[in-house]
T-cell receptor, first 114, second 115 residues
């Protein structure tokens, strides 16, 4: 059975700290791994990773994928209170040869204290 | 704000009502999705449309009926729902095709309460 496991499930830090969120997976027909940030409503897209070892960066956020060890990490440096959210990891698999079945992890709830 | 628009934002319905959720995107995406998200849980896939054809139906009860009238619109028709169907219903869209790597873009969702 396909599964995506995130750790930790929750994390409390202070502003300025650096955090690392983990995502491991076991799936068949891997296409890509995605990170989303969810506050009150829609998950908002952060990164899509398809190749091992290539870091993607966006401001204070970065992510990398290891397809051999089947995991990804999301790093946030110099955290701010606005980073408080649930961070979802999702793995996209091919379904019957066609695109686009996302298997989500349970998420990591990040709380950044002032 | 997202580029995927969902209406209504909130919906309260009785178990005998018939209602519809609507989703619209103008990004030229040819794959559209319905997800259901219960409180404190990740989204769960319900339906996938690819080129306006239903390609994935994750064993969803027949009281949920999807419809894709054209490449920009996706509806979810609701009938005889149960209180446990109360959840956030998320629409998403993405590009499709061999070699494409397009993330899903989510709408803000419809918060559904079944009484």
């Amino acid at each position: 059975e396909d599964k995506v496991v995130q750790s930790p499930l929750s994390l409390v830090v202070h502003e300025g700290d650096t955090v690392t969120l983990n995502c491991s997976y076991e799936v068949t027909n891997f296409r890509s791994l995605l990170w989303y940030k969810q506050e009150k409503k829609a998950p908002t897209f952060l990164f899509m990773l398809t190749s091992s070892g290539i870091e993607k960066k966006s401001g204070r956020l970065s992510s990398i994928l290891d397809k051999k060890e089947l995991f990804s990490i999301l790093n946030i440096t110099a955290t701010q209170t606005g980073d408080s959210a649930i961070y979802l990891c999702a793995v996209e698999t091919s379904y019957g040869g066609s695109q686009g079945n996302l298997i989500f992890g349970k998420g990591t709830k990040l709380s950044v204290k002032p | 704000d997202t580029e995927v628009t969902q209406t209504p934002k909130h919906l309260v319905m009785g178990m005998t009502n018939k209602k519809s959720l609507k989703c619209e995107q103008h990004m030229g995406h040819r794959a559209m999705y319905w997800y259901k998200q219960k409180a404190k849980k990740p989204p769960e896939l319900m339906f996938v449309y690819s080129y306006e054809k239903l390609s994935i139906n994750e064993s969803v009860p027949s009281r949920f009926s999807p419809e894709c009238p054209n490449s920009s619109l996706l509806n979810l028709h609701l009938h005889a729902l149960q209180p446990e169907d109360s959840a956030l219903y998320l629409c998403a869209s993405s590009q499709v095709g061999a070699g494409d790597n397009s993330p899903l873009h989510f709408g803000n969702g419809t918060r559904l309460t079944v009484t």
